[in-house]
C-alpha cells in the first residue's frame, strides 16, 4: 500500500504532525469506520467518517465521528445553508480524486467548505481517512481544521 498519497502531502506541506495507520479494508462491512476503528484499535467514537455532501446544491464535506449518524438538518445549519443531502458516490469520487471508502478531506481536488463535528476535540487525536482505502491519519483535531478551514459544530443526529 503506497504511504504517499494527495492527503498526506498536504498535511506535510502544511507542516501538520500526523501518524499513519494502515489496515486491511473490508467493502462489504456493514460500517466502514466501525471495521477501520476495530482494525486499528481505536475507539469508533475516536474514528471520524468523511461525507460528501450537497449543501443547498453545492458541494460540502462533513466529517462526522464513525460511532453515529449525522444530522442533516445540523449539518445544513453549520454550513449555513437550508438544506444537505448526501453526494452520490460517483460524483464524490468524481469531484474528490478518491474512491469511496478511500475519500479524505485533505487534498481534494476542489477545495469545499468543511465542517467537523464538535466530539472531534474530545480526543488528544482522531482518525481521518489518509486518501486511500485502507489508511487513517491520527492527527489533533484542531489541525485538522485548521489545515481545512473547517468549522467545529455539532452535526450528530
Known amino acids: 500500500m503506497a504511504q504517499a ?3 498526506t502531502k ?10 499513519l495507520h494502515s489496515y486491511d479494508y473490508d467493502p462489504s462491512a456493514d460500517s466502514i469506520g466501525r471495521a477501520a476503528a476495530e482494525a486499528i484499535g481505536a475507539d ?17 464535506c462533513v466529517i462526522a465521528p464513525s460511532s453515529g449518524e449525522v444530522s442533516m438538518k445540523r449539518a445544513a445549519a453549520a454550513l449555513g445553508v ?5 453526494m452520490k458516490p460517483a460524483e464524490a469520487e468524481r469531484l474528490t480524486g478518491y474512491k469511496v471508502g478511500g475519500i479524505s478531506p485533505f487534498g481534494q481536488m476542489k477545495r469545499v ?3 467537523i463535528d464538535e466530539t472531534a476535540i474530545l480526543w488528544d487525536a482522531i482518525f ?17 481544521a485548521q489545515a481545512l478551514g473547517a ?3 455539532d452535526i450528530s443526529a
Open 5 to 7: 498519497t494527495r492527503a
Open 151 to 153: 468549522t467545529l459544530a
Open 44 to 60: 469508533p467514537g475516536q474514528v471520524f467518517k468523511t461525507l460528501m455532501v450537497l449543501a443547498d446544491g453545492k458541494p460540502a
Open 113 to 115: 467548505p468543511v465542517v
Open 128 to 144: 481521518i481517512n489518509g486518501g486511500q482505502r485502507g489508511l487513517q491519519v491520527r492527527l489533533a483535531a484542531q489541525d485538522a
Open 10 to 19: 498536504m498535511l506535510e506541506q502544511a507542516g501538520i504532525a500526523f501518524s
Open 82 to 86: 437550508k438544506s444537505a443531502a448526501m
